[in-house]
């Protein structure tokens, strides 16, 4: 079992549509969690992270943590043709301080105008 | 800040050569690390630096593979002798020691033949 993992998609939805894209995660001693989009071609780019549990708000995207189900969420509220990329889950797997951040494989968005 | 920057963006070598990708992490960064993509694979950490020093190569796939930081401002990534399974995007992510965000570069595509 990997360590985090992700639906590779992709993931189509209309312009304007709320957005939910999924992680699970194998350890329940992962205390960090992050989120990385990735354009075509580019390097991924942080766009969140959360700690522990409970959810994190940042204009229309929204992180979410359970703990219990070792489940991560982002959803981004009124989706954007500009929000079509690959979004990465990742978590420190080997050491809280962040030096080594362990990625899902990542879930391809497209969303259409 | 103009990031971190990469190069070549593209390589096309045949087997048997050997390769060296360049990075210039962001001023001040203290912490780097190098990253594979494939699609198999997804996003693998191969070596990190804190402070020019080597702290984990673990990700390191073969002894063909050798990652050196001679100063602040620069790193290398070396294969050689490299092969066709080396193919991959190399990505190189620079932070500081505080906070979470690594800033990536925009990746050398590697294509070896």
């Known amino acids: 079992q990997k360590e985090v993992e992700q639906d590779p998609g992709p993931l189509s939805v209309p312009e304007g549509a709320i957005v939910s894209l999924n992680c699970t995660y194998s350890n329940s001693a992962f205390q960090y969690f992050m989120w990385y989009r990735q354009y075509s071609r580019k390097g991924p780019e942080l766009l969140m992270y959360t700690y522990s549990s409970g959810n994190k708000e940042d204009g229309r995207f929204t992180a979410q943590v359970d703990k219990s189900s070792k489940y991560i969420s982002l959803f981004i509220r009124d989706s954007q043709p500009s929000d079509s990329a690959t979004y990465l889950c990742?978590?420190?797997?080997?050491?809280?301080?962040?030096?080594?951040?362990?990625f899902g494989g990542g879930t391809r968005l497209m969303v259409k105008p | 800040d103009a990031g971190v920057i990469q190069s070549p963006r593209h390589e096309v070598t045949e087997m048997g050569q050997e390769v060296t990708l360049r990075c210039k992490p962001i001023s001040g960064h203290d912490y780097l690390f190098w990253y594979r993509q494939t699609m198999m694979r997804g996003l693998e950490l191969l070596i990190y630096f804190n402070n020019n020093v080597p702290i984990d190569d673990s990700g390191m796939p073969e002894d063909r593979f050798s990652a050196k930081m001679p100063n602040a401002s620069f790193s290398t990534l070396k294969i050689q002798p490299s092969e066709p399974r080396d193919s991959a995007v190399y990505f190189c992510?620079?932070?500081?020691?505080?906070?979470?965000?690594?800033?990536f570069g925009s990746g050398t595509r590697l294509t070896v033949v």
């Open positions: 992510a620079s932070r500081t020691g505080v906070g979470y965000g690594y800033t």
């Open positions: 990742a978590s420190p797997t080997r050491d809280n301080a962040g030096n080594m951040l362990t």
